[in-house]
């Protein structure tokens, strides 16, 4: 029980430092001539009184870019930044595919943003990251069905589930985030390149600065890559989470992001022109941020990569 109980103290101490870390960035370095900071108004109600916190800054990017005749995939976008995602990238009218495991959550989601949009280009296809067998039954429906791949933006992610393992036998996080994208993006990445210039866009944490990579314990070409911190962000995500960080997330609701805001680097490393010589690069709200020392070690990736093929029985050179 104490060993539950510190554990989960440790978690309440990292949520809150994302939470502070994104608050405490200085608003000045993020007033660029394309962007537009939203202000949210933080209002707190007390037995009928009504007090103002100071406002909230989560700078939103703003683009009129548009998408019309691209494809864009994303993986978990029926709920959360993914679902926000979609929405915009539909708005400039990108044919977009939800690619999700709860078909019914999509198909509403899918429908909402349809209405919202006015853009009919929108399709749902059933994928399971967890499950390889689903990952390459999608990859050739999507290789068979689709003339081209503009845009892959590998979003859907789980954090901290109870220890389970997927469908190939792998520790769950770690195959879902992980190893299921690296397959995903291995069986469709000829028809990315087919469709240059193209961009690959992964989303990432700042949490990932917090620790180091253990390559012996990993189960405890015209294309652009980027990957991202979106913020501490109102989503699903925190669903595994203990109690007692539930009741911290909840407590700090006014340092974390909406949907909407946290989506904002995800659609601006998707749609921003002039970043393909970035390619490779960390982002934090809309602009380039620093990664840790281990995801910058060339020689460690290079590990992680081919250790990744092996558990896969891929060839990728």
Known sequence: ????????????????MMMMQTA??????????WRQP???????????????CRPVCCNRWSSEERLDKKTVIITGANTGIGKETARDLAARGARIIMACRDLERAEEARSEIVEDTGNENVLVRKLDLSDSRSIRAFAELINKEEKQVNILINNAGIMMCPYSKTADGFEMQFGVNHLGH????????DLIKFS????IVVVASVAHTWTGLQLDDLNSTGVSVFSLHPGVVQSDLWRHQHPCIQVAVKIFRIFTKTTVEGAQTTIYCAVQSGLESQSGAY???????RCSRSASDDDLAQELWESSCNMLGITWQ
């Open 24 to 33: 405490r960035r200085p608003i000045v370095h993020f007033f660029f001539k």
């Open 38 to 52: 939203v202000f949210r108004q933080v209002v707190i109600r007390s037995s009928g009184a009504k007090m103002n």
């Open 182 to 189: 690296f397959l995903l993006t291995y069986l469709l990445l």
């Open 1 to 16: 029980m104490r060993a539950g109980l510190s554990g989960a103290m440790m978690m309440m101490m990292m949520v809150m």
């Open 196 to 199: 240059a210039p193209a961009r």
């Open 283 to 289: 982002f934090s709200d809309c602009a380039p941020a």
